[in-house]
């Protein structure tokens, strides 16, 4: 059962988006289309009302009909009830550009009307939440307000030219089409160009492209590259210091590594971005990952706390801990550990259901079985299995 109770709690975010996007589709500047009528997606949502796919998917629907407080509402509730749900955030974030689609224009300018500045600011922090929990998010919402073209017009020998644009590519998602473009960046006339003499916003790009495309070992060498010339940057010039970008660069290169099953790369990594940024949760968040990978329990229950600890806001954070010391045998304290995530985020459904997992591992058969009931009054109809599951368990405490 402690198997059970110590699964990653987190697949469930990519079933999020699964579910959400099977109603719209992306048309770029022109906005959102639906492929389900905005009626179905709102009887939806109330149906299953503790279920963030849902309830994005309708946020998208009011976006598709520019209700964009509507469409706020129901993102809010959504990051609400998974706290960790990238997509969400990011969907916020981009959501004061489509309510004023000269922001963009605007903010490039330095020109940014003073009523619009907090909802900018706002939308800064949305978007770095977004990338801070999942630096890979997709980037959907942005092909639904991107005026970015196609193709564009460059010079090359003396002549224009039309080719395709790598960054609508990127935004949109086309991942292949932008890294065959960012890949010419690194072969010239003479042969090949070596990995310092590329422009880094192009480094950056094919980076992401190929780390999207789970060509680890290509974003590896980006983003050392990357990460050792910013370090250079700094010990020239300390006015000059970047240590966000430079962390950025710590960070996403340790989620490579950990990719490619490197954990001694990858913790070095984490370690020394929690070293320049004692707030950046995430990276205890992922060395717990791989300490629980190993079956390094102890050492994965310090880390999920030390998650806590750091962002005592994110109520998913305490399932996550609450499973961890499930797996490495302290029962008592992730009963008090879940009960506390309960009452943070009661909308929550999964933290009733691995409550009554350590519940029923602690022998407490009447507080076990009040929390798989609380489960399936809550869960939404896509946690099947689950459901299956806690009425097995229900049906063999009686």
């Excluded at 307000?145 to 030219?161: E, H, K, N, T």
């Excluded at 240590?243 to 950990?258: E, F, G, I, K, S």
């Excluded at 050492?299 to 499973?323: F, Y």
Aim: hydrophobic share 45%; charged share 25%; net charge neutral.
């Amino acid at each position: 059962m402690r198997e059970a109770v110590a699964g990653d709690v987190l697949r469930s975010t990519t079933w999020l988006l699964l579910a959400a996007l099977t109603a719209v589709v992306p048309l770029g500047a022109q906005g959102i289309k639906l492929t389900v009528p905005l009626e179905e997606l709102e009887a939806r949502a109330q149906s299953d009302s503790n279920d963030a796919a849902a309830l994005y998917a309708l946020a998208l629907g009011y976006w598709s009909k520019k209700r964009y407080d509507d469409a706020e509402r129901a993102l809010r509730v959504a990051v609400t009830i998974e706290p960790r749900f990238a997509e969400g955030w990011l969907a916020l974030g981009v959501l004061p550009f489509a309510r004023r689609p000269k922001l963009r224009e605007e903010q490039a300018r330095g020109k940014v009307p003073d009523e619009w500045k907090p909802a900018l600011e706002e939308s800064d922090r949305s978007v770095r939440r977004a990338f801070l929990i999942d630096p890979l998010v997709d980037l959907y919402i942005f092909g639904t307000i991107d005026p970015s073209q196609s193709i564009m017009v460059r010079l090359a020998r003396g002549r224009l030219v039309i080719v395709r644009n790598p960054f609508a590519d990127f935004e949109h998602g086309r991942y292949f089409e932008a890294f065959v473009y960012f890949d010419q960046a690194f072969h010239g006339p003479g042969g090949a160009i070596p990995r310092d003499s590329v422009p880094p916003p192009v480094l950056w790009f094919h980076a992401l492209c190929a780390a999207h495309l789970q060509r680890d070992s290509v974003a590896i060498d980006d983003l050392q590259a990357l990460l050792d010339r910013a370090i250079a940057r700094e010990q020239a010039d300390s006015l000059t210091k970047l240590p966000v970008r430079t962390n950025d660069y710590r960070y996403l290169l340790a989620l490579m590594y950990q990719r490619e099953n490197r954990w001694f790369d990858a913790i070095r990594l984490y370690r020394a971005a929690l070293e320049n940024d004692l707030g950046l949760y995430m990276a205890h968040v992922q060395l717990y990952r791989i300490y629980k990978a190993r079956e390094f329990y102890d050492s994965a229950a310090v880390e999920s706390r030390a998650a806590v600890t750091t962002n005592p806001d994110d109520p998913s954070l305490l399932l996550e801990h609450g499973i961890m010391l499930t797996a490495a045998g302290q029962l008592a304290a992730a009963e008090d550990t879940l009960t506390r995530a309960m009452d943070a985020d009661p909308r929550d459904s999964r933290v009733p259901y691995f409550l009554g997992l350590t519940l029923q591992l602690m022998n407490k058969p009447a507080e076990a079985r009040a929390a798989f009931e609380r489960f399936l009054a809550l869960a939404p109809s896509r946690l099947q299995e689950k459901i299956a599951d806690a009425k097995q368990r229900l049906a063999a405490l009686h």
